[in-house]
T-cell receptor, first 108, second 113 residues
Framework: TQLLEQSPQFLSIQEGENLTVYCNSS?????LQWYRQEPGEGPVLLVT?????EVKKLKRLTFQFGDARKDSSLHITAAQPGDTGLYLC????????FGTGTRLLVSP | DAGVIQSPRHEVTEMGQEVTLRCKLI?????LFWYRQTMMRGLELLIY????????DSGMPEDRFSAKMPNASFSTLKIQPSEPRDSAVYFC???????????FGSGTRLTVV
């Protein structure tokens, strides 16, 4: 069974701070996806990374896929209250396994 | 496109009752996934369909759970009889292909008392 562990579980920061969220596995994934989930809604796809070492940027969000394709990170620069939510990584072929999630709270 | 539509948004039922959750896929999406989310266990895949055919139901907890996809745009998840431990948020998600990014519905929050 492929497992994805995310850290930290919870993160509470002030607006303007930077943060990094990690997603780790002992398994190799052909690709990894990152989702953000807001209260009362389903997860929304942010990005897919497919190549070892790949870096993708989405405005203030930077996603990196590890060289060995077993881990990924999400870095947010100058966090804003609108970034608040549950961040989930997911991987797998044909069916996605979701990570344990990082719950982020950004206070004004 | 209105996205993936789930109904009802909230369901409160008594133990032993039958519960049916509904999901309308995005037009043109061929893969359909049912997930359950709880604080303790996170997002768990229950079952997924490709081109209306169930491919993997290994995540279905027990025989009380069943899922159908009678046509390319609609699916149901049924729990009969329901138990308090079934309380969770149930999501369906669709995708153009199994390996593509998923579009989730807003979920059904089920409470069994």
């Amino acid at each position: 069974t492929q497992l994805l562990e995310q850290s930290p579980q919870f993160l509470s920061i002030q607006e303007g701070e930077n943060l990094t969220v990690y997603c780790n596995s002992s398994s190799v994934f052909s690709s990894l996806q990152w989702y953000r989930q807001e209260p009362g809604e389903g997860p929304v796809l942010l990005v897919t990374v497919v190549t070892g070492g790949e870096v993708k940027k989405l405005k203030r969000l930077t996603f990196q896929f590890g060289d060995a394709r077993k881990d990924s990170s999400l870095h947010i620069t100058a966090a804003q209250p609108g970034d608040t939510g549950l961040y989930l990584c997911a991987g797998g072929f044909q069916k996605l396994v979701f990570g344990t999630g990082t719950r982020l709270l950004v206070s004004p | 496109d209105a996205g993936v539509i789930q109904s009802p948004r909230h369901e409160v039922t008594e133990m032993g009752q039958e519960v049916t959750l509904r999901c309308k896929l995005i037009s043109g999406h061929n893969s359909l996934f049912w997930y359950r989310q709880t604080m303790m266990r996170g997002l768990e895949l229950l079952i997924y369909f490709n081109n209306n055919v169930p491919i993997d139901d290994s995540g279905m907890p027990e025989d009380r759970f069943s899922a159908k996809m009678p046509n390319a745009s609609f699916s149901t998840l049924k729990i009969q009889p329901s138990e308090p431990r079934d309380s969770a948020v149930y999501f369906c998600a669709s995708s153009p292909t199994p390996s593509y990014g998923y579009t989730f519905g807003s979920g059904t929050r089920l409470t069994v008392v």
